[in-house]
């Protein structure tokens, strides 16, 4: 068995600790209810993913797509009075405990105590701030639950790991936009976006990753034309009518089939965030890779980026 950020009761109590004041935990209960599919519940489960809008209206899909509030109400007031203290000393099966320190409302004490009383319980901590295990912490849950469950860890696949730029862009206030246009014609607009940036990406021998709704994600093997792709597609977009908002990172990439992952793109994903209309951001990282290249950069400060541990210094790309 292997319990992932779990608890055996979510009351504080005399011999728990790690539980919510029973007044807090009703007020936690109803507030979760009540804001099921707004995204909101991001405040508790990631906070620090709740400006990043695109996120948060997915966030709040799949909360509709899982349940309704009144069975979310129904489910959220059941598992407020479980208790199951009484039975862990009756688990007789080999059991792996998994404890993010740093969860936003699930204290290590829930996981400790958990470990303390199944018998032969194995506890691994990883420190640090980790909310949605399933979006920051997928490698390291995954090793530990092999190791547990096979005795060892498998060899990195170092074939899977490749340098890359990283390039995001997103359209500015495309919400906003999309309501004044309506559907038919933001649609229309999105296509014809797609294209100029798939065009020119090639034309700068990058890859297209994929579309991200109103923005793309795409890898370059080089900076330079990573950043001239950027500032052609700015360019390209401008007949539209549109401004966009442009990352750069270059960092190891995860190769997932076609898709890419690993903190360089998070990196990338925060850089693009800090940018301004039509403005091409670039990390520190940058800057020295296309030293002799003719491309200017001009000094934005020192930044920190949501999710992405340390300060970093951001450069936009002059001209």
Known sequence: MVLLNCFATLQRRDDYPAGFPEAALVQFIEAYAAQLGTGENLKVSAPELLDDVRFR???????????????????????????????????????????????????????????????DAQLVERPGFWGLFWI?????????????????KSAPRFDDRVLATVLFTDIVESTQRAAEMGDQRWHWLLDEHDAILRREIERHRGRAVKSTGDGYLATFDGPARAIRCALAINEAVAGLGVELRTGLHTGEVEVRGEDVGGIAVHIAARVMAESGPNEVLVSGAVPPLVAGSGIEFLDRGVRSLKGVPGEWRLFAVAG
């Open 57 to 119: 209206d997915w966030f709040a899909r799949l909360e509709r797509g899982s349940m309704n509030r009144a069975t979310a109400a129904w489910a959220s007031r059941i598992m407020g009075t479980w208790d199951l203290r009484g039975i862990l000393p009756s688990i007789k099966v080999p059991t792996l405990v998994i404890a993010h320190e740093g969860h936003p409302w699930i204290r290590p004490g829930h996981s400790r105590y958990l470990a303390e009383h199944i018998p």
């Open 136 to 152: 920051h912490d997928v490698e390291w849950v995954l090793d530990e639950i092999e190791t547990f469950l096979t005795g060892s």
